[in-house]
RNA sequence: CGGGGCGUAGCGCAGCCUGGUAGCGCACCUGCCUUGGGCGCAGGGGGUCGUAGGUUCAAAUCCUAUCGCCCCGACCA
């Protein structure tokens, strides 16, 4: 039996000045963690507890698809920079040296490690497939951690690994983790949903993450109401209404027009009567290209065209092109435009025809919703001039056209056509088919049934476990502190005598907390020799759903149930209590 | 890495501008009191003022450097 007494649970009245959201405040005031430094906490009894139920919940459910390892943290920088991913992961990587001086680093995924051991070992297909997980800590040496538990530079992620024949075994694999990841987030009592997303530095085809709303989060995810269409910035499409083009004007040719002193998109279309809509948005970017051999950088223009209402989604940009662009410097805009910013346009630049071949010439990038739309308006890189009767692939040659476009809210459904909303979300799960990447790259081969060498196909998956109790927190809390479901609350039922020093009282609390737990609930008993109020207080704080409050009506022989959530109260006979628990609690488990 | 903010007792803060005794609330300890929502009274313990250097008779306070933490951005399976 634990009685609070006798344990280290450090509630605070206050939550420390720099915690912003909800779930940092909360787990610093109920005592679950402290801050060791940046990004990394400590979890004490309280947090440990719900940390460990939540793990067990994992580790349930994925034993039902896999198999558990336990792989090192420490790994050789070797096996980083003999992988493809080395320059990706840059800084995050953590590194040290042992006393030898041989470079090391702390993981910060296990792909490389679960390769190599899949190469040395799996020769054949009988041995196929196969799921290999693990539970273990994760290190990322982020640029900037923040918001308590949210983004962290140790944390502990479940990741898994399928190896598989082929596309079809792949599919499977990928099923069987998409299937137990509902089950999990299910079990853990969260509101998630599962998004569309991009792979991003993971490579490979497919993704999908499993996403919380919460305005804590960092993440944006687009999702309609009308139907189950939901996917992340990155990825999120719409429809788009059919825009009225403008009738040429004069011989139908690029016609140059005065606007005086008029720059932004809305001061040009307000002065010569069109919409944003008929306006070209011009972005001067520039990429910056380390070479690996001679070290030197070389600077490349890309100049990206929007319909002048629209937003550029940087991430589409960077899957676009492939490199991380910069804002162009005035000198930069100058050299290529000939013109002040304000008055930029794609007309009379020699832009490069094939982004990859063509490396000479400026990159002209044009959104896809400019592509078949006609006399538009665009600065003509003269200061105080733009120019009218602009169509694309005629009065100019794009490099590419591309999905550059942010989605935003209000946007007709690309499915159903109902408007789309955006919410922010905090990211809890991933799962990816990998493909070849790292079978390829690493070696790892197998004999198929007629003897031949083929790679096996791959996925990874991943969830934090840290994040389950932070969005369990977001999704749940008042002004009081928070509730977590029964699965992962640290106790599923706190039984708190009113007055430990009435006999009476104390003793029909510790009766009811003991056959609470004889009948396995997972009880502790806040014994303290406090007021009630303290008591109460602390109880609503800490995150346990249920609270059973025994005080003077035990001489009538009842006790007072409390369901944190709701603050729903209802009297409960002594004698009836396990029974009501068991209802309450265990039916719907 | 760019921008902003903050480091004074476990937590929340004042004091700094205008240099001179380190203070408040909560928490903690002792006693009394109280016992259904952080109760009351009395007494008490606890701080190299992030660190280093400088200016000064004298530095929490002024100057310089540095470290740390938080927020916005960049970045981010």
Redesign the pocket.
């Known amino acids: 039996m634990h009685r609070w007494s006798e344990l280290f649970i450090?509630?605070?009245?206050?939550?420390?000045?720099?915690?912003?959201?909800a779930s940092?405040k909360f787990l610093?005031?109920s005592g679950y963690i402290r801050?060791l430094?940046?990004?990394?906490y400590s979890f004490l009894f309280l947090g440990n507890r719900s940390f460990r139920k939540i793990e067990t919940i994992v580790r349930e459910e994925m034993d039902k698809i896999g198999q558990e390892f336990f792989l090192p943290a420490l790994h050789p920088l070797s096996l980083w920079e003999a992988s493809s991913r080395w320059p990706?992961?840059?800084d995050?990587l953590f590194r040290l040296k042992d006393r030898k001086g041989t470079d090391l680093a702390l993981g910060?995924?296990?792909?490389e490690v679960m390769t190599d051991i899949a190469r040395k070992e799996l020769r054949s297909y009988k041995q196929l497939p196969q799921i290999w997980y693990q539970i273990a800590p994760?290190f990322?040496d982020?640029?900037?951690?923040?918001?308590?538990l949210l983004?962290v530079r140790q944390f502990m992620?479940k990741?898994s690994y399928s190896f598989d024949i082929d596309g079809a075994g792949l599919e499977v694999s990928y099923r069987k983790h998409y299937d137990a990841y509902c089950r999990i987030f299910d079990r853990c009592g969260l509101k998630y949903m599962v998004v569309d997303?991009?792979?991003?530095?993971?490579g490979g085809k497919e993704?999908h993450?499993f996403m919380v709303r919460t305005p804590a989060g960092?993440?944006q995810i687009v999702s309609c109401d009308g139907c189950n269409y939901a996917a992340n910035m990155e990825k999120a499409a719409s429809k788009l209404e059919v825009v009225e083009d403008l009738w040429p004007e004069g011989d139908g040719k690029p016609l140059e027009v005065h606007t005086p002193g008029q720059k932004t998109i809305e001061d040009v279309a307000k002065f010569l009567g069109v919409s944003p809509k008929n306006k070209i948005k011009t972005l001067a970017l520039m990429a910056d290209e380390k070479n690996a051999k001679t070290g030197k950088t070389k600077s490349r223009a890309i100049v990206v065209l929007m319909r002048g209402d629209h937003q550029l989604n940087?991430?589409k940009l960077?899957a676009a092109v492939a490199v991380?662009?910069?804002p162009m410097e005035e000198p930069e805009i100058e050299a290529l435009f000939n013109s002040p910013a304000g008055y930029l346009g794609p007309v009379g630049i020699g832009w490069a025809k094939d982004l990859k071949q063509d490396v000479d010439h400026p990159v002209l990038l044009v959104d896809k919703a400019l592509e078949g739309r006609t006399n538009l308006i665009a600065g003509a890189n003269k200061k105080d001039y733009h120019l009218k009767n602009l169509t694309p692939g005629k009065d100019f040659q794009p490099t590419m056209y591309a999905d550059l476009r942010s989605v935003t809210a209000g946007e007709a459904c690309p499915n159903c056509g109902k408007a789309l909303r955006i919410d922010t979300a905090v990211?809890i799960?991933?799962i990816?088919k990998l493909g070849y990447r790292y079978s390829e790259s690493m070696g790892a081969r197998v004999l198929d049934k007629n003897g031949k060498e083929v790679m096996p196909i791959m996925g990874?998956y991943?969830?934090?476990i840290e994040r389950i109790l932070t969005a369990a927190i977001e999704q749940s809390n008042d002004n009081?502190?928070f509730w977590l479901p029964a699965s992962i609350a640290p106790f599923e039922i706190v039984v708190t005598p009113?007055?430990?020093?009435?006999e009476t009282v104390f003793n029909a609390a510790l009766d009811v907390a003991r056959n609470l737990e004889s009948a396995g609930f997972d009880v502790i008993l806040d014994d303290r020799?406090?007021?009630?109020?303290?008591?109460?207080?602390?109880?609503?704080?800490v995150g346990i759903p249920f609270?059973v409050?025994?005080?003077?009506?035990?001489t009538e022989g009842t006790?007072?149930v409390?369901l944190r959530s709701t603050?729903e109260?209802r009297d409960v006979t002594i004698t009836a209590v396990v029974n009501y628990f068991q209802g309450a609690l265990r039916a719907k488990a």
């Open positions: 450090p509630t605070l009245r206050e939550a420390p000045a720099d915690a912003e959201v940092h610093v005031r801050q430094m940046a990004g990394v990706l992961m840059g995050n910060m995924t296990e792909e994760k990322r982020e640029p900037r951690p923040r918001s308590g983004r992620m990741d997303a991009d792979s991003g530095a993971m993704s993450e960092e993440d940087e991430a960077n991380a662009t910069r990211e799960g991933h990816f990874c991943g969830i934090g009081d502190g009113t007055n430990v020093k009435d020799d406090e007021r009630p109020g303290v008591k109460f207080k602390d109880a609503d704080l609270r409050t025994v005080g003077k009506k035990v006790v007072e409390v603050r109260m």
